[in-house]
């Protein structure tokens, strides 16, 4: 006998440990580009799609979230040194990056992202995630109390914070509006940078901070999982999951999750509301999430064996027509500005991806959590 | 009693959920209501005769009406399933003869089903009291002379509390729950009370599950006299949509009670604890708090929640969280968590030193009761399999 993960945790006053066994791990053969254009449904085939909408869509999302988060404190680094009014624009143009990126990845917010029942990683990135609360009013104070101290406002300072007080809201509202009234204007804001050095002193440690997250992340995925010394890729397409879960499972309920969040927190009336503009708003952030969906269902490059094939290979057509119709629902709400209506569909898909997608692909995501008493 | 042994009714094993009538017309039935049938599915399962010892784990298990039965493992092998025809949901050990259990029928449900484990052939299933519907959980009482069930009267949909001679398994007696919707329920040890968790959920048969009464549901924990069927005490949670459904009882009287939240009918998405206690002698339910991201993973949802009584402490797991959390019930503090997909099941070993933790998967785990540390050479998975929400525990004598 061994023991496995130990978690065992004394609140309030907290104590927390665990021991993480090492996991013997194989990575499943799956085979690396489709000889044929016929897909069949069949574990092989689910298994290679699995991990191709893996490496394209979620390994590839959280690299380059990582990648948008280097750039954006590469950004600061150069603005902080000599702060200008292009220097501003470029660094809340690259916060509008980040933000879409954020979007794509989120919805597959498992393993690495959150592998902390107590402390999630995904939320130190995105307050409003945990439960649908807007913390700005939050940041906004602590901001005050940041630029009034006199502590030293660097990457350690912000990495020891709580999750409300950092991630992109924090940025956001350092970088869109001024300490002193919450003005947007970007003069405003660019004269506050220039006059007040611990502004940028709290940018970089903020993006110094989250980088810490996004690295983190990205290395779970691609590198070393929680030091087990393989990637958690591998350990996801082996279906080495420790809470028994299967790869698809896990990914079709994260996608679910995401949805059903989307519409039960109106996250399109209550994200990026400081640096909405004229090309960029919260629906720009709808739109990326809504590609990201399509693009782990129907693939993202021809030599991809897309989840929508083999559903169609299954005999259920009629469910991809579905699911298609569904996410233009999804796009013409977002194209009309509607929230009520996007809303909906949101509802509509996260109904699809708790019944037609998992049935289709012939997979059970289990009797007691589907409808337990 | 009376009661059938007969084997090998392949032709006449349901394919479906049988309707009352089928059930009548399939059995003939007794004056007490009562009909059997050999169930194909047990016949085929490895077969412990009399003289079984051991420990036993069992649960309502399957995924389709071609599946469903009561099934249990001795010594965490040997599965062996005794067909239902319907889909059990909670189920029970009489206590002075452990070996003869009773699982009840998920809600609405219509039948329960009457093993033997040392001669799982002899099946029997009974009826839901005349003009009711059953919501799944029922109990003994001390002596193992009286089952207890909780159902509803179809069309007022008052909540009752069914007594049922525990050999003729014929209605003796019905009292009101003391509310709508009863689901769990439990003796309490001084062997006079029940505890009942009236869900307050309004449903009625001819809609299925649907919840009728969303606005106005009211959930409460009554105490009620098995004699008389007074209620003696009352208690309500001070959050109207949170459902509270499952409970498990301490040797010390402390009830510890898991609740469904009703979100829908919530115009805010404020997290609500899920779990409380009620401790001898207190007049309210204390709730038990933990950090924000790990009551969230629960999704308002527990699904079923058991006291060790060596530990002191109470596990309660949930399906939609694929999470199971640990309180202490003395002090009411987190005490630690495991992760688990699709976990509903959940029972304490004979020796009291394990939480055991079932899944839809047919997936068993085991964890220290103390430390909450799994003991991974213990994993089983039984292909095939599928535990429903609630496992529980006998030890028979060898």
């Known amino acids: ?373 | 009693m009376r009661e059938k042994t007969m084997k090998h009714r392949e032709a006449t094993r349901p394919g479906n959920r049988l309707s009352r009538r089928q059930l009548l017309q399939l059995s003939g039935a007794s004056a007490l209501g009562l009909v059997a049938w050999g169930s194909g599915l047990a016949a085929a399962a490895s077969r412990p005769g009399k003289g079984v010892s051991g420990e036993i784990w069992f649960s309502a298990q399957g995924r389709d009406a071609s599946e469903y039965s009561l099934s249990w493992l001795t010594d965490g092998k040997q599965p062996v399933t005794a067909a239902s025809g319907f889909r059990g949901h909670g189920a029970a050990s009489d206590p002075v003869n452990p070996r003869r259990l009773v699982m009840f029928a998920r809600r609405p449900g219509w039948h329960g089903l009457w093993v033997d484990v040392t001669d799982p052939d002899r099946i029997q299933t009974f009826e839901a009291a005349p003009g009711c519907f059953m919501h799944g959980h029922g109990c003994f009482s001390a002596d193992g002379q009286w089952v207890f069930s909780t159902e509803s009267e179809i069309e007022s949909g008052v909540g009752k509390v069914v007594v049922r001679d525990s050999q003729t398994l014929a209605v003796e007696r019905v009292f009101d729950s003391g509310g709508i919707g009863p689901h769990d329920l439990a003796l309490m040890p001084n062997g006079q009370h029940l505890v009942v968790a009236n869900g307050g959920l309004l449903t009625h048969p001819d809609t299925g599950r649907k919840v009728l009464n969303l606005d106005s549901m009211r959930s409460t924990l009554s105490y009620l006299d098995i004699e008389s069927g007074q209620m003696v005490e009352e208690l309500t949670l001070p959050y109207p949509k949170a459902s509270i459904r499952h409970l498990d009882v301490a040797p010390n009287g402390t009830v510890a009670v898991a609740t469904q939240l009703q979100r829908e009918a919530m115009r805010h998405d404020d997290l609500v604890p899920l779990a409380a206690l009620h401790q001898p002698g207190s007049s309210r339910l204390m709730e038990l708090q933990g950090p924000e991201p790990l009551l969230a993973r629960f999704n308002d949802y527990m699904g079923s929640v058991r006291i060790n009584p060596a530990t002191g402490l109470a596990g309660f797991t949930s399906p939609r969280g694929n999470l199971a959390g640990f309180w202490d019930i003395h002090s009411g503090e987190l005490a630690g968590y495991h992760a688990f997909f699709d976990v509903c099941g959940l029972t304490v070993s004979a020796d009291q030193q394990r939480f055991v933790l079932s899944n839809s998967a047919g997936e068993i785990r085991q964890l220290d009761a103390r430390t909450l540390t799994e003991h991974t050479g213990l994993r089983q998975r039984f292909n095939g399999l599928h535990w429903d929400n609630h496992l529980f525990t006998i030890r028979l004598p060898g």
Request: proline letters at 2%; hydrophobic letters at 40%; aromatic letters at 8%.
């Open chain 1, 1 to 373: 006998m061994r023991d496995n993960t130990a978690t065992t945790l004394y609140w309030p006053g907290w104590k927390q440990s665990a021991s993480i066994g090492v996991l013997a791990l194989t990575l499943a053969a799956c085979g690396g580009t489709r000889e044929n254009d016929e897909a069949v449904l069949s574990q092989g085939s689910l298994d290679l799609a699995i991990q191709q909408l893996t490496d394209a869509t979620i390994v590839a999302g959280a690299d380059r979230m990582a990648t948008e988060v280097e750039t954006l404190n590469s950004h600061i680094t150069s603005f902080c040194n000599a702060p200008d009014a292009a220097g501003l624009s470029q660094l809340q143009g690259q916060w509008r990056t980040l933000a879409a990126a954020w979007q794509q990845l989120l919805p597959y917010n498992f393993g690495p992202l959150n592998d902390d029942l107590v402390f999630p990683p995904y939320q130190y990135i995105d307050s409003y995630r945990p439960r649908g609360r807007d913390y700005t009013e939050t940041v906004r104070t602590e901001i005050d109390g940041w630029l009034d101290s006199d502590d030293t406002l660097n990457t350690e300072y912000f990495a020891s914070r709580t999750f409300n007080r950092v991630g992109l809201l924090a940025l956001e509202i350092t970088l869109f509006e001024t300490a002193a009234d919450q003005g947007t204007d970007a003069t405003a804001v660019l004269g506050e940078f220039s006059s007040q050095s611990r502004k940028c002193e709290l940018l970089a440690g903020l993006g110094g901070a989250l980088a810490l997250r996004t690295d983190s992340v990205r290395d779970g995925w691609s590198a070393t999982y929680q030091d087990t010394g393989t990637s958690y890729r591998e350990q996801f397409l082996s279906g080495e999951l420790d809470d028994g879960s299967t790869p698809l499972v896990t990914l079709l309920t994260s996608v679910q999750s995401y949805l059903d969040y989307l519409q039960q927190r109106d996250v399109v009336s209550n994200v990026a509301q400081i640096s909405a503009s004229d090309s960029f708003d919260s629906w720009t952030l709808m739109t990326s999430a809504i590609d990201s969906i399509e693009g782990l269902l129907a693939g993202t490059s021809e030599e991809q064996v897309s989840l929508f094939e083999l559903m169609t290979a299954g005999g259920n057509s009629t469910a991809v027509a579905t699911v298609q119709a569904n996410l233009q629902q999804a796009r013409d709400a977002i194209d009309s500005r509607d929230a009520t209506s996007f809303n909906a569909a949101a509802a509509t898909l996260d109904g699809n991806f708790k019944r037609d997608i998992p049935d289709s692909l012939d997979v059970s995501l289990g009797i007691n959590f589907s409808d337990g008493d």
